[in-house]
């Protein structure tokens, strides 16, 4: 699209939550440029197969390839997507172009009956399909009955509901986008559970060659949210980040300085314990946040990680 006189057509996924994401775009693009937007509705794989974990049926990019060949086609000129669902090395000839202000990133606490994970009754089930949230619950309670949940944020509602679960944890973003902040029983401290790499960012996906459609949009990214999540993608790329890999990263501002923090689990072996580690610089630029993921990636290996990361490409190729 490298002219702005045609509607500009925006592919989503037809989820609740997508469809929010997507008018949201709708209205900015609308309102800060004056154009004619529509969406373009799709169902992705990764909302097809429901019946196994991510890391068992391709990981993120079920989510999103759908989406790209609709802009690979012509069909569509650009794909929004929660950003923790964007694979960490976009497939050549697509751009992520812009990311837009953070909503919360931390994860919540969702249940009828319990105020926290911490205030859970021994054996408790609680659903996740998340390897990152499985590591984390582990390590904090490992008495826990932790089993999968896959589905939109409204199925994992119902499911919850029916009481297949005594608590669940989804990202606090989506709740809040959806105006069902009153289902969040507790907000979990990031020092309990670390948020996914993006988790509560938005990206806007182009074609590479769409030049004038990709500057405009550029214009419309938060800077100090970019940066902060250019950091979490450095860890998770330079550690062949998948859905097999238990990794968090989670960068915060401290006045001109970034602080990041991830964590590596094992994705087979509960009892492992998990691996920590906290960096921070001034960062004023992408290279930067590259850099200080980089650092952070490189800190996990020398603390022992190579075996979850070894164990985790192990679970990949048998998949």
Known sequence: ???L???CIIATRESRLALWQAEHVQSLLRQRFGWSVELLGMTTKGDQILDRALSKVGGKGLFVKELEVALEEGRAHLAVHSLKDVPMEMPEGFSLCTVL??????DAWVSPRFESVQAL?????VGTSSLRRVVQLKAIRPDL??????????????????GQYDGIVLAAAGLKRLGLDARIRAVIDPDVMLPAAGQGALGLEVRTD???LREA???????PTWLAVHAERAVSRALGGSCSMPLA????WQGGTLALQARLGHPVDAAHPLHVVNVSAEVTDTAAAEALGLEAARQLRAAGGQVCLDAAAALSAGA
Do not use: F, Y
Request: glycine share 4%; aromatic share 2%; net charge neutral.
């Open 1 to 3: 699209m490298n002219t």
């Open 5 to 7: 006189s045609s509607p």
């Open 101 to 106: 202000e953070r909503e919360d990133p931390r």
């Open 121 to 125: 009754p021994q054996g408790a089930r």
């Open 145 to 162: 009955d932790v089993q999968p949940l896959r589905g939109n944020l409204d199925t994992r509602l119902r499911k919850l509901d029916e």
């Open 210 to 212: 769409s030049t004038v």
């Open 217 to 223: 949009l550029a214009s419309l990214t938060h800077a």
């Open 249 to 252: 990263a989670w960068a915060h």
